[in-house]
């Protein structure tokens, strides 16, 4: 049974930075588009970063772009996002998701429900 575990969450302050990681247990992420969401209080979720299976494919939202970096480790059936240069309004909790198998894009939209699986998440507060 596929379970992914967020860690690496907490409270940085402005202009700090965290890494955060997502393990897979029961379920090889070779073969899966990964992608990382975020969802603050009172707003709806948003997809943050995507990585396609090779990892030859990488988007990110515009809000983070040029300060996030996803990655994969397939040895360690692992994704990590970089957060670098954190602001105020990163705070939220983070999710990593599998999309569906099928599907081999990078997206950062769930709109059609194809990310399948989804961590329980990972809270991460920017505030000084």
């Known amino acids: 049974q596929l379970q992914l575990v967020e860690s690496g969450g907490g409270l940085a302050q402005p202009g700090g930075s965290l890494r955060l990681s997502c393990a897979a247990s029961?379920?090889?992420?070779?073969?899966?588009?990964i992608g990382w969401f975020r969802q603050a209080p009172g707003k709806e979720r948003e997809g943050v970063a995507c990585?396609?299976?090779?990892?030859?494919?990488?988007n990110y939202a515009d809000a983070v772009k040029g300060r996030f970096t996803i990655s994969r480790d397939n040895a360690e059936n692992t994704v990590y996002l970089q957060m670098n240069g954190l602001k105020p309004e990163d705070t939220a909790v983070y999710y990593c998701?599998?999309?569906?198998?099928?599907?081999?894009?990078?997206?950062?939209?769930?709109?059609?429900?194809?990310?399948?699986?989804w961590g329980q998440g990972t809270q991460v507060t920017v505030s000084s």
């Open positions: 998701a599998v999309r569906h198998r099928v599907f081999s894009t990078c997206v950062l939209s769930n709109d059609r429900g194809e990310y399948a699986y």
């Open positions: 029961g379920y090889t992420l070779d073969y899966s588009v």
């Open positions: 990585i396609s299976r090779s990892g030859s494919s990488i």
